[in-house]
């Protein structure tokens, strides 16, 4: 059995070919799934037998909305699923005026272990597919009752640590049949796997990618991600700018600011140093505390030192709008949380 969500058109028409049925009932099938019509029998311009032929080799794998959190200071919902398998993930919907924006989770658990994040904290657990990823925003879409218009690759999970099932999302998301929504609407954070940025540079797409780079010098990066063990900032930078030289596309740099560690004046210059020339954005998070984790968020006043540091050296910067923070919609912390409450980190 088959998650019809991890097919696209091409292999659906493939599938029905090969089972002696119409190519062109691919496209009503899709056309259903995005209508929120999970169930085959509901699918009523698709001839029964065909639809037990369906019934007998694919299953529409939407998952279950476990709570549902909404902000009382702004308009974000965040979302606990369910997979068939027992597995919980969280989605985070933002409502703006000018359109809604989805992060979705690309892994359950990751496997980067940066020190100031919640997701990693027991590790992977397991990639999501394509579908599974797909499904975050049509149940997302159906919760709301809204369009979902933008989308960041934000959640939990390292994406580039799962690239072809990303990837295989990617061009599910793209494609005219289903949620038409442009690559430019799109954004992927990586904590900087730099040979599969560079693969991504060749797809030559138009996504907006976004590196979480946290630290100016390898030392201190290395004091709060294990990846700056294998790849230099270096390495990262290079291959940012054979993506935008390929892209034509601006980069954003994450940078999570975390007191005493990474806001000084010399770690401000030092990135100034670093990104001076480079056609990119830097996005201030005042870090999120995580419980488990030691890291205090920069005072304000830092923050806001921080950023003027780097505007008046004319790198374009933006300080990040924390949103539905009193329902710790941020990396990980519902999951986790959750978990605990069940008393059982792994067995859900
Ligand atoms: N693995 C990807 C995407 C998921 S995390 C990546 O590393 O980019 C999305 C962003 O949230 C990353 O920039 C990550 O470093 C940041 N993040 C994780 N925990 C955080 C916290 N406690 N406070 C602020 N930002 C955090």
């Known amino acids: ?6 097919f696209n058109p091409e292999k659906l028409k493939q599938w029905m070919k090969e089972n002696k049925e119409s190519e062109f009932r691919a496209k009503q099938i899709f056309d259903w799934i995005y ?14 037998n065909t639809r037990e032929k369906l019934k007998n080799s694919f299953y ?30 969280e989605s985070v919907v933002m409502k703006y005026k000018h359109g809604n924006s989805i992060c979705v989770s690309t892994q359950i658990g990751c496997r980067m272990g940066c020190k100031f994040c919640a997701s ?23 919760q709301i009752g809204e369009r979902i218009s933008n989308i960041v690759l934000m959640g939990s999970g390292e994406p580039l640590d799962n690239y072809d099932n990303v990837m295989e999302f990617l061009n599910s998301v793209n494609a005219e049949y289903g ?15 730099v ?82 020339g480079i056609l990119c954005h830097v996005n201030l998070i005042p870090v999120n505390e995580v419980k488990e984790r030691e890291f205090k ?14 505007s008046s050296h004319g790198i374009e910067t933006t300080i990040r709008r924390e949103m539905g ?9 519902l999951r986790r949380s959750y978990l605990e409450s069940k008393n059982d980190l792994k067995g859900v």
């Open 1 to 6: 059995m088959y998650n019809i969500l991890d």
């Open 35 to 48: 209508k929120n019509i999970w169930d085959f029998d509901q699918m009523t311009n698709i001839p029964k």
């Open 60 to 89: 529409i794998e939407i998952p279950e909305v476990v709570h549902m959190y909404k902000s009382k200071l702004d308009d974000t919902f965040k979302f606990l699923y369910k997979y068939k398998d027992g597995n919980i993930i």
């Open 120 to 142: 990693t904290l027991e590790g992977i657990v397991r990639n999501l597919s394509s579908g599974e990823i797909l499904a975050q925003v049509l149940k997302s879409q159906e």
């Open 179 to 193: 949620l038409n929504i442009g690559q430019r609407h799109i954004t992927l954070s990586t904590c900087g796997i």
């Open 195 to 276: 040979p599969k940025i560079i693969e991504l540079a060749d797809k030559n797409m138009q996504i907006t990618l976004a590196i979480s780079l946290h630290a100016p010098n390898d030392e201190l990066r290395k004091t709060m991600m294990p990846v700056a063990y294998k790849y230099s900032i270096d390495e990262v930078i290079k291959a940012c700018k054979y993506y935008i030289s390929k892209t034509n596309r601006r980069i954003t740099f994450e940078y999570a600011l975390v007191n005493g560690v990474n806001d000084t004046r010399e770690c401000g210059f030092q990135l100034i140093q670093l990104l001076k």
């Open 297 to 310: 968020k920069s005072s304000s006043n830092n923050v806001k030192d921080f950023y003027e540091m780097l």
């Open 325 to 333: 923070s009193d329902i710790n919609a941020a990396c990980g912390q």
